[in-house]
C-alpha cells in the first residue's frame, strides 16, 4: 500500500501517452552518442525541444550545459533536477536496431536515458505547471571526464549563482537492481576516486648481468604486492576502501632490462579521513619500495571526485515521493555504498540534495559493457518521478 496516494500531482499513468515519443528520442541519442566534451549535437536537441516547451534556456554553460528555467505561481522557492549526456569510447556490441552509427563510441553508462527522462519530466512540467516556484533542469556534458568534469565547469561557470538551488537531485540507472525500483542513502553513497601514477627509475641493463642493473620490474612488482596491505592494514575494517593496480608495462624485449616502468591504479574511499590516509600510506610505501632496491619513484596523485554524501532530508523526501509513486516495495532503502565514483558529488558540496539509483533490470549487462542498454521501462517512470518530485517541492505540503 503507498504511503499516500494524492492526485493532484502526477503519476505514472499520467506519461503512459509519452512512452513512445521517449523511446524515440532515447534511441535517437543513443543512436548518435557524444564523448565528453563534445556533447554539441545533444546539447542542441535538448535545448530546442525545451524552448519549444517553453522554458527559458540558456546554453553552454560550463561548455555544452544547457540549463533550462520554468516559473509558476508566485513563489521565489527553487530546486534543480540534472541529468547527464555523455557517451563513452566503447564500440557498441549491441546489435540493436539503434546502435550506434559513431563506431568506438556508445552510451554504454545510460545517460542517454537519463536525458530522456529529464526530457519527459520537462515536457510535463510544461505541460501542468502544477507547482509554485521555479525549477531549473540542468543538462550536464563531461560526467565520464574523471576530473575537471562537466559538474565542475558547470560550476565554475556560476551555475548556482545564476539558477539559485534550494535543493538539487539527480539519478543514475543501476543494473542488476528490478527495473523501476529506486534506491536511496542518506550520507556517503559513491566513493572518491583518484588515480595514481607512478614511474619506477632504475638503471637499464643486460639480461644476462642483473647485478649491474636495477631491474624496475622488480621493484614494481614489489610495490604491486605491498600495495595489497595499504587497505588490510591500515584502514579500519568497518571503513571500506579499494586500491587496484589496472596497468604495469615495462620493457620490450626478453633479454633487456629496461631502464623505467610505469604502474597506474585507481584508488576508491568513502571519507575524507579514509583519503588521505590512502594517499600518504601509497606514497611512503611506493617511495620506500623503489628505495629499497636502489631505484626511485616519480608520483603522480591525481584527485578525481570526491565523495559523494547526499543529504538526510533531500533523501528522506524523496524517498517519500518514490514511495508515493510505485509503493514501497519497489524501495531500496538503505541502498549500498558504490565504489563507482560521480560528479554529481561536487553539486552536492555546494546545495543539499540527494543522487537516486534505479534499476535498470536483473540480467542487464552492467555499465561500461559494450553489450549494456538502458530500460525503456525506466522513462515514463523516471519522468513521473521527476514531474512530481518538483510539484512536492514547489508546494506547500511537501514535508
Known amino acids: 500500500m503507498r504511503e499516500t496516494h494524492d492526485s493532484r500531482y502526477c503519476e505514472v499513468a499520467d506519461l503512459a501517452d509519452a512512452q513512445s515519443q521517449l523511446d524515440e528520442i532515447r534511441h535517437h541519442i543513443h543512436q548518435h552518442p557524444e564523448l565528453t566534451y563534445e556533447e554539441a549535437a545533444t ?135 528490478p527495473a523501476g525500483t529506486f534506491g536511496f542513502r542518506a550520507g556517503p553513497l559513491m566513493a572518491a576516486c583518484d588515480t595514481v601514477k607512478v614511474r619506477i627509475v632504475g638503471r637499464g641493463g643486460h639480461a644476462a648481468r642483473p647485478h649491474l642493473a636495477v631491474d624496475p620490474v622488480v621493484v614494481g612488482s614489489s610495490i604491486v604486492m605491498a600495495l595489497q596491505s595499504v587497505v588490510s592494514r591500515n584502514i579500519d575494517p568497518t571503513e571500506a576502501a579499494v586500491v587496484t593496480v589496472g596497468s604495469f608495462r615495462s620493457g620490450h624485449a626478453p633479454n633487456v632490462i629496461p631502464e623505467d616502468a610505469l604502474l ?74 558504490i565504489a563507482g565514483s560521480e560528479d554529481f558529488a561536487y553539486y552536492l558540496q555546494q546545495v543539499p540534495g540527494c543522487f537516486i539509483r534505479l534499476g535498470n533490470g536483473e540480467s542487464c549487462p552492467m555499465l561500461h559493457n559494450a553489450h549494456y542498454d538502458f530500460n525503456d521501462d525506466n522513462l515514463t517512470i523516471g519522468a513521473a518521478f521527476w514531474t512530481r518530485l518538483v510539484e512536492r517541492f514547489l508546494s506547500q505540503d511537501r514535508a
Not at 535545448?47 to 555544452?64: I, S
Not at 576508491?268 to 611512503?284: N, P
Open 264 to 337: 597506474e591504479m585507481s584508488v576508491r574511499s568513502f571519507s575524507t579521513e579514509v583519503r588521505e590516509t590512502l594517499e600518504k600510506r601509497i606514497r611512503a610505501l611506493i617511495e620506500s619500495q623503489a628505495e629499497a632496491y636502489g631505484a626511485s619513484a616519480q608520483i603522480d596523485f591525481i584527485r578525481g571526485y570526491p565523495v559523494l554524501i547526499n543529504s538526510e532530508a533531500e533523501t528522506a523526501f524523496a524517498r517519500r515521493i518514490a514511495e508515493e509513486l510505485v509503493g514501497p516495495q519497489k524501495i531500496i532503502s538503505p541502498f549500498p555504498p
Open 43 to 177: 546539447a542542441h536537441l535538448v535545448a530546442d525541444k525545451l524552448e519549444a516547451w517553453g522554458y527559458v534556456v540558456t546554453r553552454n554553460v560550463g561548455g555544452y550545459g544547457v540549463v533550462a528555467s520554468l516559473s509558476a505561481g508566485s513563489s521565489a522557492r527553487t530546486v534543480g533536477v540534472r541529468a547527464d549526456m555523455d557517451a563513452l569510447p566503447i564500440r557498441e556490441l549491441t546489435g540493436l536496431p539503434y546502435a550506434s552509427v559513431h563506431d568506438g563510441k556508445m552510451h554504454a553508462c545510460g545517460h542517454d536515458g537519463h536525458t530522456t527522462i529529464l526530457l519527459g519530466a520537462a515536457q510535463q512540467l510544461a505541460k501542468t505547471r502544477n507547482f509554485d516556484g521555479t525549477v531549473h533542469l540542468i543538462f550536464q556534458p563531461a560526467e565520464e571526464a574523471g576530473s575537471d568534469s562537466g559538474a565542475q565547469r558547470m560550476i565554475a561557470d556560476g551555475l548556482f549563482d545564476r539558477f539559485p538551488c534550494e535543493a538539487i537531485f539527480g539519478l543514475h540507472n543501476h543494473p542488476g537492481v
